[in-house]
DNA sequence: TTTTGAGTTGTTCGA
DNA sequence: GTCGAACAACTCAAA
């Protein structure tokens, strides 16, 4: 019998700084494999990121051919594909990236000790983290739950381990006629909508794959990270990376990223000081925090973080959040961040927080419901990001904002968004109005209201709810949550 | 054990 | 128009 595995992929698309892959490879002629799991315990994937699978795992394939490797797909149920193929097939190594949530953990324990059993070897290893979460705790061994300790003491740990190269060459696993025919063709996946199909937008706001992420950590170190500090707060120009939903996917990893970034910086070829490269990296600690709570805290997307917001007030109100849902809440920066979410998949970071800090404060809807939506519309919905930001706007969270900070989206139009560029972008309808009255339309008289061709409740909605009365509302609710004993 | 310093992203009000 | 204070204490992490 000859040395073979069996990388099984997961969210690691991609073949650089990627040790698992490596490792299967190392030791033989490796069967690529993806399995797409849509009945199992875990959440399944949302319209936005199936999109994106679809065409992440295309690049994959191709890459993996020009290497002389084959990307087998299969579908079905992992925990009974997965045995079934490594006996069948007879590999001697089966290794994987490791997730995080807590069906994936309980999942792949199960796997490991399966098919240890049966006699092959498994590795895991980490392709999506700097540091485990498991590895920064506080001196007496707790998890962290504040994010500047955290991320101090994850930094004190030194540079993470240089990105591995992609292998030079990959050789395919031949499959057995059993095995072949238990896959599928990427057609036959469906991943992509069809009737309707709506995707025409993330088609032409994105590039999936390992190359095109590449390619975009270049760009941004070569330009936008100078003044990144300050840009990234400007939705209506390109300043931020926008390699979220390439690292939600595993086509670039955190470890790319930091050293790309340090020796961009150290060697000049970026003109950004180190304090925009500072401010970009903590950004990529954020997401490692995220996956530690997570981590730590398996119903992070369900539950409240703090148990005092279990008795909080939340309102039911279908048609506000189907108006919110929309971009018809009638607040220019809120409209325009839910309509580029919603024909992108994709949202400007400053822009969610305004928007989700509208849903839970304004209309005083359940933050579950927004991350609900997110999770369906985002190409980068991450199962620690979005839970954890969710939280952190709504003031149940670890390291949350204080309860009093509600975002005011028009103070916050006018500071992030003064010449209305993006709000102009993404609602046309109102796109004829001043600059100082683009962000408060009902302000406007009826002249400036003819001359721009707005008629307020007709082609553009009236204010869902006042700004006074919601952030009072939202104040006294969250007065008496903080008073409230948890339990 | 106790103490101490610190904590992503805001808004409003009044001087 | 600009600026500091109040919002309201609370929890975390380390010394």
């Known amino acids: ?16 700084d990627n040790p698992a892959l490596a490792a299967a490879v190392g030791h033989g002629p490796t069967l690529c494999l993806y399995i797409l799991d849509e009945g199992g315990s875990r959440r399944p994937l949302g319209g936005a990121s199936r999109w994106w699978l679809s065409r992440s795992l295309k690049a994959l394939a191709a890459a993996l051919a020009a290497k002389g490797g084959e990307l087998v797909l299969m579908r079905g149920d992992p925990a009974e594909i997965l045995p079934w193929v490594v006996e069948r097939a007879g590999v001697e190594l089966v290794t994987w990236s490791r997730r995080y949530d807590a ?9 490991k000790i399966e098919l240890s059993a049966a ?9 999506a983290l700097l540091n485990e979460p498991w590895q920064v705790t506080t001196k007496t061994g707790d998890p962290m739950k504040v994010f500047t300790p955290y991320w101090r003491a994850a930094r004190s740990k030194g540079d993470p381990p240089a990105p591995i190269p992609a292998p030079d060459r990959i050789e395919a696993l031949r499959l057995s006629p059993a095995i072949a025919a238990m896959t599928v063709a990427h057609a036959d996946l469906a991943l992509e909508p069809s009737k309707p199909d709506w995707a025409g937008g993330l088609r032409e706001s994105w590039a999936p794959g390992e190359e095109a992420a590449a390619e975009r950590l270049g760009e941004f170190l070569s330009d936008p990270l100078d003044g990144y500090g300050e840009g990234r707060d400007r939705p209506g120009q390109v300043s931020t990376s926008r390699l ?15 050293h790309a970034t340090r020796s961009a910086i150290e060697s000049g070829e970026a003109s950004a ?18 996956y530690h709570l997570l981590f730590h805290n398996p119903d992070l997307a369900t539950r409240n973080y703090n148990p005092r917001f279990d008795a909080f007030p939340w309102q039911r109100d279908e048609a506000a959040l189907k108006a919110w849902q929309r971009g018809l809440t009638g607040y220019p920066i809120v409209d325009a961040g839910l309509r580029e979410l919603w024909t992108t998949g994709w949202m400007h970071n400053r822009v969610r927080m305004i928007a989700a800090s509208f849903l839970i404060k304004h209309l005083l809807i359940d933050w579950r419901h927004g991350e609900a939506w997110f999770w369906d519309t985002l190409v980068d919905a991450d199962p620690a990001n979005n839970a954890a930001s969710w939280q952190w706007v709504a003031g149940s969270g670890a390291d949350a904002s204080p309860y009093y900070r509600i975002f005011n989206p028009v103070t916050q139009g006018l500071k992030f968004d003064p010449k209305g560029t993006y709000v102009r972008r993404w609602i046309p309808e109102i796109a004829g ?3 100082d009255l683009i ?18 409740g007709e082609t553009y909605p009236h204010p869902i709810v006042e700004l006074d009365f919601g952030r009072r509302r939202a104040l006294d609710a969250l007065a008496a949550t903080r008073s409230a004993d948890p339990e």
């Open 119 to 127: 006699g092959a070897k498994v590795a895991s290893f980490n392709a």
């Open 433 to 435: 109005l001043d600059d």
């Open 1 to 16: 019998m000859t040395a073979s595995a069996l990388h099984w992929f997961r969210d690691d698309l991609r073949l650089a």
């Open 244 to 258: 979220s939903p390439h690292l939600r996917f595993g086509e670039i990893g955190p470890r790319q990223i930091w």
């Open 273 to 290: 000081g180190s304090s925009d490269a500072e401010k970009f990296l903590s950004e990529i600690g954020w997401r490692e925090f995220s």
């Open 103 to 111: 069906e994936s953990v309980a999942l792949d324990s199960r796997l």
């Open 439 to 456: 962000h408060e339309p009902w302000k406007a008289n009826s002249s400036a209201l003819h001359d721009a061709g707005i008629v307020l």
